[in-house]
């Protein structure tokens, strides 16, 4: 079906996350109207507001990265001011005194000199782990930071002759933070993307960005005032269950709800994209993904407590019921939630099967042998959330859905949409940008 394009769209984006979000504001910014109708009744989709214990936390403890170039400049687009609204830190794995971990924290000089002098100072690595480290780095800029053929992250690794330090201190869990995919699973191809988007670019886009705000204040509130202030509105508490193709236009329906549109975003999460639409495309229809968790335990201390830095890496070790990745200090990024830790568990599917109570436990007693603090094994209070399907579960030669379908003036818009990104919201927001363009043209 093609539609005649006029030069203002009467556009609907289904889904109010962040790439329904990005593509509202792109469409909105290039004079279209635009629908953002959102099932929830907070945008954000999987990463977005919670409140707990009086507290505006997330659904998922995130770091940004200086190379979210699109998320940045999207924040810029709405009126946020991105450096007010984070934390900026130079790229770093720093863990306790008192761990077997190690000590990496890049230098202000521009790139590739702040990798080098931060693995010239590290502490805790052997001269054969620095030169493997090096080695691995000049080998990944000389292959363009691609293979011919994907392959396993770990088999990435046992190729270019990194040591076992290397892999648990810093591959391991930059891999499961970045693609939420353990190494053995996820694709040496998109990591490798993100590494030269990262420690192989500019020097500031190898910064860790701590947002400051609430992951929905961080942008979705601000896309949503946007979004209306150009004449366009949003539909909170709508679940959208049909799309019908019209010779008008295409009409969708759900509870109390039905409109027509010159052009529909789809924005939502895979398993429902694929239901929407199940009568029009059979190959998203029938796509296969599988998914992972990320469970995120706040611990609540007296307000006096503090770490020395604003996060540090933790070792975690099913075996030892330690699961906890990285653990954050909420205080340096709110002084209203001053003793409050965050402690974030990537690939968590197996962790997300414990009682509640029994992993709160099991992470405070491993903040307590971390840090060599006994008080830490007794929190105020905690909690536990989990994101049953936070990502998909990124492996080699995944085959992702394109954001064009079959239909025109239907589009996909979403973190599991075709990239060389992993499932963040920086692929979020990218998508987003791409199904409002394709829209547009």
Not at 119 to 135: E, H, N, P, R
Not at 291 to 309: P, V
Request: hydrophobic fraction near 40%; charge should be neutral; aromatic fraction near 8%.
């Amino acid at each position: 079906m093609s539609l005649r394009r006029p030069s203002s769209r009467n556009v609907a984006v289904i889904g109010a996350g962040w790439a329904g979000c990005a593509a509202a504001v792109e469409c909105a910014s290039k004079g279209h109207t635009v629908t953002l109708i959102e099932a929830a009744r907070i945008a954000g989709g999987r990463a977005r507001r919670i409140t707990q214990h009086g507290n505006h936390l997330d659904n998922g403890q995130h770091i940004l990265l200086g190379a979210y170039s699109e998320t940045i400049r999207l924040m810029r687009v709405v009126g946020l001011k991105p450096s007010e609204l984070m934390l900026r830190l130079p790229v770093q794995m720093r863990y306790t005194d008192t761990s077997k971990g190690i000590k990496f924290i890049a230098s202000l000089l521009p790139a590739p000199l702040h990798i080098l002098s931060a693995l010239i100072t590290s502490q805790g690595l052997s001269w054969s782990d620095k030169l493997a480290l090096a080695q691995f780095s000049s080998a990944a800029r000389w292959m363009g930071w691609q293979l011919d053929h994907d392959s396993s992250v770990s088999e990435l690794l046992e190729r270019f002759n990194q040591t076992e330090k290397l892999i648990v201190c810093m591959w391991r869990p930059l891999c499961i933070a970045a693609l939420n995919t353990p190494p053995e699973r996820a694709s040496a191809n998109v990591f490798l993307s993100v590494l030269r988007d990262s420690l192989g670019a500019r020097r500031s886009a190898s910064d860790m960005l701590l947002p400051k705000q609430d992951l929905t204040a961080l942008f979705p509130e601000a896309a949503i005032a946007y979004i209306e202030s150009h004449g366009g509105k949003i539909e909170f508490g709508t679940r959208i269950k049909q799309i019908e193709r019209l010779t008008t236009g295409i009409k969708i329906t759900g509870d109390d709800y039905a409109s027509e549109f010159d052009a529909i975003v789809i924005a939502t999460p895979p398993w429902i994209t694929q239901d929407l639409m199940r009568e029009h495309d059979e190959s998203i229809a029938t796509h296969h993904f599988e998914y992972e968790a990320i469970t995120t335990c706040y611990l609540q201390y007296a307000k006096s407590t503090r770490l020395d830095h604003a996060f540090y890496a933790l070792l975690d070790e099913a075996n030892d019921n330690a699961w906890g990745q990285f653990v954050f200090d909420r205080g340096y990024l709110n002084p209203d939630q001053a003793g409050l830790f965050a402690v974030v568990i990537s690939a968590a599917n197996e962790a997300s099967k414990l009682d509640h109570s029994e992993l709160s436990l099991a992470v405070a007693n491993q903040l307590a042998t971390a840090f060599q603090q006994p008080a830490y094994a007794k929190p105020e209070w905690t909690s536990i959330i989990t994101e049953k399907r936070a990502t998909f579960t990124c492996t080699p030669n995944l085959d992702r859905l394109p954001n064009k379908t079959k239909i025109d003036n239907i589009v996909l818009a979403g973190d599991y949409t075709k990239s060389d990104y992993p499932a963040t919201l920086e692929s979020a927001v990218r998508s987003g940008v791409q199904a409002a363009r394709l829209i547009m043209n």
